[in-house]
């Protein structure tokens, strides 16, 4: 089947823009989380959905960011008045509710503010 | 905050040797996952290994874990030029039942593995 989809995979744009990001997760997983790779480190946790719980924010780094979920299925992660430092890829992945827990990640999108 | 930290951070081989990554973690974990990344995008399973566990096979990788010293190893072996990636260890604490059991995976920052051909 389809795995997860991201979009788009590049954007650039300048420094003081909105932009908004989209993730398709698998059919029928429940729980979709948000993560940001600068370049050459680890994956950092933003966001996470799960179903209809309040999402877990604890990671995301200013009150710049924002991510909303749709219908339990496509999800919008928000970055306004982008800064420099938001350069990275932002990773999106998805699970099923129960276990085993593995998260299928989709291809990213490789944010640059210039 | 990260949890993981993969040892070494770059390892370079020869295509038929054995690959042996080590990851360390802080806290208590319900499992520990394996993850693969080709050229900075998107990240493959590997393979996952539960706290109850202390090794685990999946055709030429071999996972052990051991949680009295907070530790786990990936073995790749035989290795082949398209094991060529970064390879990254995740852990993961069980969230409560009420909030469906879904987790929160922390990630090391990875480590690049090249195999020469």
């Known amino acids: 089947g389809a795995g997860v989809s991201q979009s788009p995979s590049n954007k650039v744009t300048e420094k003081g823009k909105d932009v908004e990001l989209r993730c398709d997760p698998i059919s029928g997983h429940t729980a979709l989380y948000w993560y940001r790779q600068s370049l050459g480190q680890g994956l950092e946790f933003l966001i996470y959905f799960q179903g209809n719980s309040a999402p877990d924010k604890s990671g995301l780094p200013s009150d710049r960011f924002s991510a909303e979920r749709t219908g339990g299925s496509v999800s919008t992660l928000t970055i306004q008045r982008t800064q420099q430092e938001d350069s990275a890829v932002y990773l999106c992945?998805?699970?099923?509710?129960?276990?085993?827990?593995?998260?299928?990640f989709g291809p990213g999108t490789r944010l640059t503010v210039t | 905050s990260q949890q993981g930290e993969e040892d070494p951070q770059a390892l370079s081989i020869q295509e038929g040797e054995n690959a042996t990554m080590n990851c360390s973690y802080k806290t208590s974990i319900n499992n520990l996952q394996w993850y693969r990344q080709n050229s900075g995008r998107g990240l493959v399973h590997l393979i996952l290994i539960r706290s109850n566990e202390r090794e685990k096979h999946s055709g030429r990788l071999r996972v052990t874990l051991d949680t009295s010293k907070k530790s786990s190893s990936l073995l790749i072996t035989a290795s082949r030029a398209a094991d060529t990636a970064s390879y990254f260890c995740?852990?993961?604490?069980?969230?409560?039942?009420?909030?469906?059991?879904?987790?929160?995976?922390?990630f090391g920052k990875g480590m690049k593995l090249t195999v020469n051909p």
């Open positions: 992945a998805s699970t099923l509710e129960r276990g085993p827990y593995e998260q299928y």
């Open positions: 995740a852990t993961a604490n069980l969230r409560g039942i009420t909030q469906g059991g879904s987790e929160k995976l922390v």
